[in-house]
């Protein structure tokens, strides 16, 4: 039962979805760079570094390695600005892969991220949450999860409320991230008593492994893709998704710069690689147990906004799957009065409820749950790549808002850095990436079985006429 103020779903007219309403451009530049930056600068900042550190031979190549990840990240950024700009949908990458190979294809990838990828996200970033507001405040045997729980229930409640209290919490929650950033990176480089500074011990790295090194840094600046999901909610048009995307890539890198001279300035490389919580260490030896206490605060709070990015994304490809598969119908519901995809705001909840709820029969089963889905996730990355070149043939006169510079050498790049990625995942994770094969095989299972009552078709054209549009 839908109210008045609830859209009950797509309506099939001659084979084509005629909408009845959907998504507003309602959103501006600060709302989704604060998206961006937000749903990157999580928690991986104030621990992978020590794992860079411990493979890079010098200073100079350590602090080079993350202005390389910001180039590749602004690569793929530059990628994504054309297919958001060109195609705005709620939908994203979900959109984007269903115009270039097919409704099957895209189906398979809205259910792995439906199923896993993005819920298994929300539920670690909300246990990582739950382990640090738990050094503050323990709940007992299960306070991680107990945190965990409410965390989800009260981000997605938020949601829920409607797309300004998502984007408002969003900012807040930025905000309130950077400004902790900012006290660490001024700690580093100005406070650190000088006998701290000058017994910074030297690199232990005979040489660079930069192969893995990247694999590193790249996983610290994922997520910057995440804006194709609201690129059909802008105020202004289809290029202010593309600015807020580079805009977005450039602070983070920025930051991510700034950061790690911070590390290294009190640290120096081989303390950095030897410890197990360099943010912790650093703030450690440059303000004291003060400081340790600071950085627990502020990743806990790196990872809650994370989570709420995370999730204000990541019921968008739900609602894009509903709109466009009748069986699916409940979550392409599209709330008016809230300007949100309610039900799929829920039903993603659900499961990332249900993920948090198996930690307590198997707690390193929900730890190792990004581990199992990344070969996933880097294949789909891989296949939207392509799918910018796909469309620039199958669709040359598109409107396209934003051009990526140097095509096709740009996205050729972006190709290849994922494919090396995706090669990497496979290898890192071993027997841990048939579990992500096995969630594909089961959505190709469920899709063969949809396809067999309904007798429906891959029609790629289905909705290429009724696409969210904002105007130019």
């Not at 998502?166 to 990176?185: D, E, F, P, S, W």
């Not at 029969?361 to 730890?367: F, H, L, P, S």
Request: one cysteine or more.
């Amino acid at each position: 039962m839908t109210s008045e103020n609830t859209v009950s779903g797509p309506v099939r007219v001659e084979g084509d979805i005629v909408e009845t309403g959907g998504p507003r451009p309602v959103l501006g530049m600060f709302d989704a760079v604060a998206l961006i930056v937000g749903i990157v600068v999580g928690a991986g900042i104030f621990s992978f570094p020590s794992l860079v550190a411990a493979n890079t031979a010098s200073p100079a190549m350590f602090i080079l390695v993350w202005v390389l990840g910001g180039v590749v990240s602004l690569i793929g950024a530059l990628c994504y600005a054309e297919l958001a700009s060109a195609f705005p949908s709620a939908g994203g990458d979900y959109h984007f892969l269903r115009r270039a190979f097919g409704e099957k294809f895209s189906f398979l990838f809205a259910w792995a991220r439906m199923s896993v990828i993005q819920t298994g996200s929300v539920a670690i970033l909300s246990f990582i949450f739950g382990d640090y507001a738990s050094q503050l405040y323990n709940l007992g045997t299960y306070s991680p999860m107990i945190y965990a729980s409410l965390i989800i229930a009260v981000l997605t409640a938020i949601n829920i409320l409607g797309i300004r209290f998502g984007a408002g919490t969003q900012k807040l929650l930025t905000v309130l991230q950077m400004t902790g950033i900012t006290v660490v990176i001024v700690a580093g480089l100005f406070f650190a008593p000088a006998e701290v500074t000058a017994a910074a011990a030297e690199p232990v790295a005979a040489t660079t492994t930069l192969g893995l090194v990247m694999v590193f840094v790249l996983l610290t600046f994922g997520g910057w893709n995440e804006a194709a999901y609201i690129s059909a909610e802008m105020k202004k048009g289809r290029r202010q998704i593309a600015y807020a995307l580079i805009l977005g890539i450039f602070i983070i890198t920025a930051v991510y710069v700034l950061i790690n001279l911070a590390y290294m300035n009190v640290l120096g490389l081989g303390g950095m690689a030897a410890s197990n919580a360099v943010a912790g260490d650093m703030m450690r030896a440059a303000l004291g147990e003060g400081g340790a206490w600071l950085i627990g605060l502020l990743v806990a709070l790196a990872a809650l906004t994370s989570a709420n990015a995370t999730i204000f994304t990541g019921a968008r490809t739900n609602y894009a799957l509903g709109r466009d598969h009748p069986a699916f119908g409940l979550l392409g519901q599209w709330n008016e009065r809230a300007q949100s995809p309610v039900n799929a705001f829920i039903i993603q909840g659900m499961i990332s409820l249900a993920l948090v709820g198996m930690s307590i029969w198997t707690r390193d089963g929900i730890q190792a749950i990004i581990d199992y889905t990344a070969p996933v996730f880097w294949f789909f990355l891989l296949m939207t790549g392509i799918s910018l070149i796909v469309l620039r043939f199958r669709e040359p006169d598109a409107e396209r808002a934003f051009r990526v510079p140097l095509y096709p050498v740009t996205p050729i790049i972006f190709c290849l850095t994922s494919s090396y990625l995706l090669y990497s995942s496979i290898a890192y994770t071993g027997m841990g990436a048939f579990v992500g094969v096995a969630v594909l095989v089961l959505g190709g299972i469920i899709l063969a079985a949809i396809s067999f009552l309904t007798g429906s078709t891959d029609t790629n054209s289905l909705r290429r006429n009724n696409d969210e549009i904002t105007p130019a």
